[in-house]
């Protein structure tokens, strides 16, 4: 009798609660209440946070390893398009069907305010190796620096799967706060006179435009950095699609079933890695304050590249496009646009602010693979 009550006690979970686990789960309902109550990134954060939650109850093995003629876990087959490189590609295919990079074709200089706002990621990088992390560690946390949640999950994978969980709640949780840290750096790097400046109209650009963009940007950039193929050949291949015209089902369905589907396998698999022997550790630590550091350097090395584009375009530039330059699609422009019309009411600088934020798309997948390159 004794032997079976001791047997059944032993298969309740809440009898096998560890204190890491017990503070995984308050981790993820704290999470969970930011992104259902206060709304930072819900499409994400609610998938990440359950499966955090899941992960984190004992006794449910769902990212159990199969052993012999033994079954794994639920999770732990889901999770493989995560390590395996899988979703996040999917991710940057849905992304250029619902992205026009019009803004961009109609002022080609604002690339160099996308290509400046990834420099906080190398400094990042270089950050994390002064604090005795391994090069591929330092370079999984730099990449946050680009404010681009797939991207970060996508090299974390292949040069540090151990931080993928920190790494991956650090990018989105910067990404959801952007309303927050770019308008003081915005207004702490440019003047009322900066701030007030009007852009002219873009032009329009054609359709024969949109549809050679993305296949000579695919032959160019993948030539040049070759280990960007899977994030720059999918984003590409999703915004020929939406370009082309010709296949609108196919259009309508990665922007929206398609994307939904792939963004709640992500999310609760990057959840799922979040055993509380991983994160609750002084590396996750280290990993948040290098992620604020590289998201603050990028916003700051974008609007100064803006402050000298205006100079030298003798103030027909608003230099505080720059901050836009993170891959934060369409967050940062929003910040811009807002900020913008904060200064001068009749300014209108969404479309003006989109060319760097598509940039810092392209920038950010072209940043991972440099370091793919080099670190894998």
Known sequence: ????????????????????????VIVSLVFLYLSIRKGYEPYLLI???????????PLTDLMSIPVDQSNGGLLYYLYQGTSLGIYPPLIFLC???????????????????????????????????????TPQEAGAIGIIGGADGPTAIFLSTQLAPHLLSAIALAAYSYMALVPIIQPPIIRL???????????????????????????????????LVP???????????????????RVPQLTDT???????????????????????????TADTLIIFAMGVFAFA????????????????????????????????VPMAARV?????????????????????????????????GILLSYLS
Do not use: W
């Open 1 to 24: 009798m004794i032997e079976a009550f001791s047997e059944f006690v032993s298969t309740i979970g809440l009898f096998s609660f560890t204190f890491k686990q017990f503070i995984m």
């Open 47 to 57: 998938p990440i946070s359950f499966g955090m939650l899941l992960v984190n109850l």
């Open 95 to 133: 992304l250029g069907a619902a992205t026009d990079f019009g803004p961009l074709i109609a002022n080609p200089k604002t690339i160099l305010l996308g290509g400046a706002a990834q420099i906080g990621i190398f400094l990042a990088f270089f950050g994390a190796l002064a604090l005795n992390m």
């Open 189 to 223: 790097l440019t003047t009322e006179a900066e701030r007030k400046i009007e852009m002219v109209q873009l032009r329009d650009v054609s359709k024969t435009e949109k549809i050679v963009f993305p296949i000579m940007t695919t032959i160019f950039v993948v030539l």
């Open 227 to 245: 280990s960007s193929a899977p994030l720059i050949g999918m984003l590409m291949l999703g915004n020929l699609i939406k370009e082309s015209g």
């Open 254 to 280: 990665l922007q929206h079933s398609f994307m939904y589907i792939i963004t709640i396998l992500l999310g609760i698999t990057v959840g799922a890695k979040a055993d509380g022997n991983l994160l609750l």
């Open 297 to 328: 350097m990028g916003t700051a090395s974008g609007v100064l590249m803006g402050k000298l584009m205006s100079k030298l375009s003798h103030g027909k530039i608003n230099p505080m496009i720059g901050a836009a330059g993170v891959s934060a």
């Open 336 to 368: 811009v646009q807002k900020e913008g019309q904060k200064a001068n009411p009749s300014n209108y600088l969404l479309m003006h602010a989109m060319g760097p934020n598509v940039a810092g798309v392209i920038g950010s997948a072209v940043c991972a």
